[in-house]
Every structure is written in C-alpha cells, then in structure tokens.
C-alpha cells in the first residue's frame, strides 16, 4: 500500500508537470512561436517522439519539465546573436542569448518569442502556472463535493460534566468545578443540535461562534434524538477557550468566551459549491501565507535535517517528502474512498503550490518572464505617450546572473528540503 501511495503521487506529479507544460506548449502554437521540445522531466531521454515540429519526450528525472521556444531572448545591442567576453557574467548573457537561437532554421525570423506583442508573452508564460491552478480547483471541488472532507460537526461526541479552563490541560473534574451548562441541560452523546437560540445550525464553525457570542446568557437549543427534535435550556458560563481565527481554525493563546461544554464529533462532510469555494479562498490565503514565510522556516528546517530537531507539521517538503505522505496515506486505517480523497488533495495542493511559486516575479521562473514582458510593455508605453523613440524589446538576457543566483539559492533550498525528507520526513499518522 506505501508503494501504491507513492506510485499514484508520483503519477499525479507527471500529469501536473506535463499539464503545466501544455499551457505553455498550446498558447505558444496559437501565436505562432516554434516550439522545438515539450519534455516533461529532467536528465536522459528515456522516450520521446517527434510529430510535426515539436519533438515530445519524457526524461528520467520527474523533476520538472520544459517546453524550447525559439528567441527566448532578442540579439544582442549590435544586433549579434553570439558575443564571447572574458566577463563571466557577460558570458552568462550571451549563453542564455546564443542558446535561444541554437535551433533557428530558415523562416523563423517571424516566428521567435521576444518579437511577439508583450500582452502574447505574458499569455505565453502565465498559462502554464494557470494550468496548474485549473487542475488544483478542480482537484478541489471533486475532493469537496464529491468524497467530502473529515471536519467537526453539529452532532455530541461527548458532554463534559464540569467546566474547566483548557489552560488547565486535564480533563478530569474536582469537587469545586461547577457543572457543565451542557450537562445541567440534559445534552447527550449522539445528539444533533439542529438551532441555537432560533438559528439554523449547519456547521460546526457557525454553531461554536454562537456558542462563543453568548457568554452569561440563557440559551434554547433544539436537538435532534434517536429521530425526535427534543428543546433543551442551557444557561451558559464565561470560559477561558483556545483563540480561533477568522476561518474556524485554533491559533496559539487562549481568551474568555460562551461555553457549552461538549466535544463534537467528527464526520465525513460533502460540501456545496459555495461552501467549496470558501474553503478554497481560505486555502489559497494559507498557501500565499505559507511561500512568504518560507525564508523564516529556513533555520527549523536545517536543525531538522542536520541537529535531529523534530520536524514541525507545516515544514516545507519536497518531491521525496511529498511522495512519502503520499504513500503513508495508503496506509492509514480509514475508508479506501478516504485515501483517494486525502491523495488528490495531496496532488491539488502541489499544483497549488507549483501556480504560487511560478508567480515570483524573479527569472528563471514564470513571473519573472512575465515580469520582463509588463516592464517592456510599460517602457513602451511610456515612449509612446512622451513622443520618444520605441526602446525596444527589453533584454531579458541582461538578468541571466541574477537569474543563475536565483537558481542556486533555490538548488541549495531544493538540497536541504531533501536531506530533510530523507533523514527527518513530516509524517501524518
């Protein structure tokens, strides 16, 4: 079963890469650029075939892909495409411009990305990464709409009989704790509560927010019991509680609210499309926040690897660590449907992941071609409205030794989070 989990991840990762990649591939054919390779992975070729002008392959290293378009990079000042300089980083430049023409055959002169509209670019290098948000979303909704997600529900798992402060951590009662509102009102394991002081509670996050709002305050309930809608009184007290933010979800540090007193159960829920949407937004806000503050969890992610520090659940995690969850998720105690589920989320949030990290505005990465497009469109712009001579395309290749720093730090990043995953991996069970 951990071979069949890392199996379906890995296959998941090879149709999201090539999936990417398609983006770029179809939208670079609508406007005419050559495209020479479509290969998905890295390293040796283990199969390719050629149809038309494209040559498709797949390569050794699951890693990553790319598409080759023709003139990735204009000529140089003086017009030449290849320029030798004793400079290495001047030699980087005319690399990175040399290796955008290696391919050039007669006629296309007309068909090279940098002489394309910079709107056509920006398209060109953004339907890659969209694609990837595509297949997330709709990972998403199948996962949400279809299987459903395991959340708290509005059914009693149990009934605490007094109230303590959860700052206390203990869970049984003294003779000095006062009883609990819930038991004093005659709530019971199994019961559904279906209103709270004459709302309509469909969810979890709805019904603790009431029950929070209310603190001191006499409050009706109608639950539902073996079939029967039964009304119960409860007067509820003022409780320390753990914080929640503003999507439901417990943060550290705890504040004085409403209390019951009773632990929900847990369910398998299907979830309407709005609701999906919602739970999306807040995810997606969660994966923004997660790449910002990435740089911050460097030095917790080094003591993991190298110091034997434990590995925190939100540590960031490569292909090998993501593949390795992938497999011990098949080999959880918990419905064959449940796997399915929780492996699809687990492809959905790397091409997730894949959209937010290709947005950086920084080459050699999506956003940062993207980047160089929307400068160019504005330099242009702004010599048009002043009345001043077009500047051109703008030389993306002059960034090549930021982009060649980028890259490093990113292998070295990439190196870390392995060794991580290897020696000190983030297990969910």
């Known amino acids: 079963m951990m071979i069949l989990g890392i199996v379906v991840f890995v296959v998941g990762l090879l149709v999201s890469i090539a999936w990417h990649e398609l983006g770029h591939l179809s939208t670079a054919k609508l406007f005419g650029i050559r495209v020479p390779q479509y290969m998905v992975g890295f390293g040796p070729t283990i199969w390719s075939r050629k149809k038309g002008e494209t040559e498709y392959g797949i390569k050794a290293i699951p890693a990553g892909g790319y598409i080759r378009m023709i003139g990735m990079f204009p000529p140089g000042e003086d017009g030449r495409i290849t320029a030798r300089s004793t400079s290495p980083w001047r030699s980087m430049i005319e690399d990175a411009r040399s290796a955008a ?30 694609m990837n948000l595509v297949l997330a979303g709709a990972l998403f909704l ?27 951590k203990r869970d049984t009662c003294k003779k000095s704790d006062p009883e609990s509102p819930a038991a ?30 209310n603190p001191d305050k006499n409050v009706s309930m109608v639950v539902e019991r073996k079939g029967h809608d039964v009304t119960l009184q409860a007067k509820l007290v003022r409780n320390k509680v753990a914080k929640k933010d503003s999507h439901g979800q417990i943060v550290d540090g705890y504040t004085y609210a409403g209390f019951l007193g009773f632990s929900a159960a847990t369910g398998v829920v299907r979830q309407d499309f709005g609701e999906s949407l919602t739970w999306m937004g807040d995810r997606l806000g969660e994966a923004v926040d997660s790449i910002t503050s990435l740089p911050a969890k460097i030095p917790a992610l080094w003591n993991a690897a190298f110091d034997g520090a434990p590995r925190q659940p939100d540590s960031p995690m490569g ?31 790397f091409n997730l992941s894949l959209f937010l990290f290709n947005m950086l505005p920084l080459l050699p990465l999506d956003g940062g071609h993207i980047a160089g497009a929307l400068w160019e469109s504005l330099r242009r712009q702004l010599a048009k409205v002043l009345r001043r001579p077009d500047p ?15 890259a490093g730090i990113f292998i070295c990043f990439t190196i870390l989070v392995l060794i991580a995953d290897v020696v000190n991996p983030v297990k969910i069970s």
Do not use: H
């Open 101 to 130: 023409f290696e391919e050039l055959e007669p006629g296309d002169e007309t068909r090279l990305f940098y002489t394309r509209a910079p709107w056509k670019r920006v398209i060109v290098m953004f339907a890659g990464p969209f």
């Open 142 to 168: 199948t996962v949400l709409m279809g299987f459903g997600i395991s959340q708290q529900t509005t059914t009693v798992s149990s009934v605490s009989q007094c109230v303590i402060a959860q700052t206390e």
């Open 184 to 213: 004093a009102a005659g709530l019971k394991a199994g019961d559904r509560i279906v209103s709270f002081n004459g709302v309509k509670t469909d969810n979890w996050n709805q019904l603790s927010d009431l029950i929070r709002a």
């Open 319 to 349: 292909v090998v660590g993501a593949a390795r969850v992938g497999g011990e998720i098949f080999t959880l105690d918990i419905p064959p449907t449940q796997q399915l589920a929780m492996a699809l989320m687990l492809v959905a949030g």
């Open 392 to 406: 051109g395309p703008f030389d993306v290749a002059k960034l090549m030794p930021v982009a060649y720093v980028v």
